[in-house]
C-alpha cells in the first residue's frame, strides 16, 4: 500500500532563503507525481508534475526532482518571499487510479 | 485555459439531510474523481468514475456516498443523510487518462454539517 511522507512538517525561513521540502513513498511503481500548493481554507493549485520517466521539473523559482528508485522527491524554492507562505502538498499516482497525498509541509515565509 | 469547476463554493446542513456537490470537469475528460479533506488532515481519495460506472472507491466510501454524470457534463456527487464527521472539503478531479495521467482539481466545495 502506498505511503507518502513529507518532511518537515512545518517551516519558518526568513525571506531570500532557498529552502527544500522533502516528500518519499514507499512503492517505487509511480506514474507521476505532482506538487501542489494549499492556502489556508483553499483549493488545490498545481505547482509541478513530474511524470516516471523524467528526472526534474522547472517553473520560474520552483524546481521539482524525483527519484524513483529510492521513492524520493524534493520541491526546491528559490530566494523564498511571504507570498511564498502556505502549505506545499505531494501527491502520488501509481496507476490504481486514485492519487496518495502526503500530509503536507506548513512553510511561513518571515519577512 | 479550462479548469474544473465546483458548485456550490460552500454548503452548510443540517445533519440527516441529503446534499448534492457539482462538478463540471474539463470537457475532453473521461476520467473523473472525488476527493475529500478533513480540516487539518490529508487529502483523501473517495472513488473515480470511467464509463458510467464506479472504478474504484475507498473504504470512506460506503452506501451514503453515490455519483453521478447525469448530463453528460456534470458529474455529482451525493451524501443521502450527512453526518457531522462528513464535514471537510470536498474536490473533484478530471483527467485524460485513467493509468498514467494527470488530474487537474477544482476548486473545492467547503461542506459544512451542522
Redo the contacts between chains.
Keep these: 500500500k502506498q505511503e507518502v511522507t513529507q518532511i518537515p512538517a512545518a517551516l519558518s525561513v526568513p525571506e531570500g532563503e532557498n529552502l527544500v521540502l522533502n516528500c518519499s513513498f514507499t512503492d517505487s511503481a509511480i ?2 507525481l ?1 506538487w ?1 500548493r494549499q492556502d489556508p ?4 493549485t ?1 505547482l509541478l ?1 513530474i ?2 520517466s523524467q528526472r526534474e521539473q522547472t517553473s520560474g523559482r520552483l524546481n521539482a526532482s524525483l527519484d524513483k528508485s529510492s521513492g524520493r522527491s524534493t520541491l526546491y524554492i528559490a530566494a523564498s518571499q511571504p507570498g511564498d507562505s502556505a502549505t506545499y ?1 505531494c ?1 502520488v ?1 501509481s ?10 509541509t506548513r512553510l511561513k515565509v518571515l519577512a | 485555459e479550462p479548469e474544473v469547476t465546483q458548485t456550490p463554493s460552500h454548503q452548510v446542513t443540517q445533519m440527516g439531510q441529503e446534499v448534492i456537490l457539482r462538478c463540471v470537469p474539463i470537457s475532453n475528460h473521461l476520467y473523473f474523481y472525488w476527493y475529500r479533506q478533513i480540516l487539518g488532515q490529508k487529502v483523501e481519495f473517495l472513488v473515480s468514475f470511467y464509463n458510467n460506472e464506479i472504478s474504484e472507491k475507498s473504504e470512506i466510501f460506503d452506501d451514503q456516498f453515490s455519483v453521478e454524470r447525469p448530463d453528460g457534463s456534470n458529474f455529482t456527487l451525493k451524501i443521502r443523510s450527512t453526518k457531522l464527521e462528513d464535514s471537510a472539503m470536498y474536490f473533484c478531479a478530471s483527467g485524460t487518462s485513467g493509468r498514467s495521467g494527470e488530474q487537474f482539481f477544482g476548486p473545492g466545495t467547503r461542506l459544512t454539517v451542522l
Design positions: 506514474y507521476n505532482q501542489f481554507g483553499k483549493g488545490l498545481s508534475l511524470q516516471s502538498l501527491a499516482y496507476g490504481t487510479y486514485k492519487y496518495i497525498f502526503g500530509t503536507g
